[in-house]
């Protein structure tokens, strides 16, 4: 605010009577517009974050979860197309975004905190202050950005970044996959790069079909409500899923033997497909308002009726259903779910009071 109000005094100054006599009207007219873009700007994008003041979510009594820990006001950039928060080796990672102490400006965090205590184990600046999101791969995070697109390469233990690399032709990179000794990258102007860890490119190329890295030698294409898998080295065809004209939300999940995906419309179906052949191992539908977090034995997601529900990932039958203490505001669509494997702890975030909540799985079998 304060910068704001020096603004409204220069603008003042320049409109007493000596000031007039020292500036020709045209540049008295400027510098009013110039101020009032940047106070407009200002209000609009740097002003204040009001703080939540709504209690935390929490689930109805139960015996399928403990609340660990819950916090709000952190700010997390996220959406259910792109994860923005990932786990690795008893850690969740995601970026926050806080004010500078002027209370204007904002600065883009990358942060790492303990799954069972929700304590902050580092946080590092990140730079450029643009969008992006956020995947894992081995002992890494990697972070991909929105307008002039990089991709950002962190030490999962420290915060400290490894390597960036800069697509000067590309523009926001829109998908990032990787298997044990790629990366692939994918721009929302249909630039591909394939990438080593440690950020060399191997291989650039243009590509109009959203692709996805399931191996070293298979990537998997949507394209004309199908999935396809494709050789990597010789673009043969291995196997195609129709999907009966169903668009996907991407971007898949992939364990050992599986690939999971969701429809994007409601009602949503979820597949289970063999990486393989193909073969379809079950179908399921439910109004899905969060991505899918794939973890065991189990699916976790959370519905549109305010439940948080869990099915068995090998035969799709629902396993358990509980309701959360209110309604959800999903007009807000930045719900979404992780989790860690080792811990047995899924984290959610609640994108319309910026909350994060901590669950233990009490029966995770």
């Known amino acids: 605010m304060l910068f704001q109000w020096n603004i409204l005094l220069l603008l003042f100054a320049y409109c007493t009577p000596e000031g007039i006599t020292k500036l020709k009207t045209k540049r008295i007219l400027i510098i009013i517009l110039i101020c009032y873009a940047v106070i407009s700007v200002s209000c609009l994008f740097f002003g204040k974050f009001p703080k939540t003041e709504q209690a935390n979510y929490a689930l109805e009594p139960n015996e399928e979860y403990d609340i660990l820990w819950a916090f709000q006001d952190e700010r997390i950039a996220g959406a259910v197309s792109h994860p923005n928060v990932i786990n690795w080796e008893n850690n969740f990672y995601y970026q926050i975004l806080e004010l500078r102490p002027n209370g204007i400006f904002q600065r883009r965090y990358l942060v790492s905190i303990d799954s069972e205590t929700g304590e902050e184990s580092w946080k590092t600046r990140l730079k450029p202050d643009m969008g992006g999101f956020l995947t894992a791969n081995h002992e890494a995070i990697i972070r991909g950005t929105i307008g002039?697109?990089?991709?950002?390469?962190?030490?999962?233990?420290?915060?400290?970044?490894?390597w960036k690399k800069y697509f000067i032709s590309g523009h926001s990179v829109s998908d990032i996959s990787f298997s044990e000794n790629k990366l692939f990258i994918q721009t929302n102007d249909n630039e591909v790069y394939v990438m080593n860890n440690t950020g060399e490119v191997i291989e650039r190329y243009i590509e109009g079909i959203t692709s996805f890295l399931i191996s070293d030698s298979m990537l998997l294409q949507y394209l004309n409500y199908q999935l396809n898998a494709i050789d990597f080295s010789d673009n043969d065809l291995i196997w195609t899923v129709d999907l009966k004209e169903e668009r996907i939300q991407k971007s898949p999940i992939l364990d050992e033997e599986n690939i999971f995906v969701r429809t994007k419309y409601i009602p949503s179906d979820i597949y289970s497909i063999d990486k393989r052949d193909g073969e379809i191992n079950w179908k399921v539908t439910y109004d899905v308002l969060?991505?899918?977090?794939?973890?065991?034995d189990s699916v976790y997601f959370i519905t549109y009726d305010d439940y948080l529900i869990s099915i068995d990932k090998t035969t799709g039958v629902e396993k358990s259903k509980v309701k959360f203490d209110r309604s959800l505001k999903t007009?807000?669509?930045?719900?979404?779910?992780?989790?860690?494997?080792?811990?047995?702890?899924?984290?959610?975030?609640?994108?319309?009071?910026?909350?994060?909540?901590?669950?233990?799985?009490?029966?995770?079998?």
């Open 148 to 162: 002039v697109s990089n991709v950002q390469y962190f030490d999962a233990k420290t915060g400290s970044q490894l």
């Open 331 to 365: 007009d807000q669509y930045d719900y979404f779910i992780a989790g860690d494997k080792e811990k047995q702890i899924i984290v959610i975030v609640f994108g319309d009071n910026d909350q994060l909540l901590g669950l233990k799985i009490l029966n995770p079998n």
């Open 290 to 296: 969060t991505n899918l977090c794939v973890m065991n």
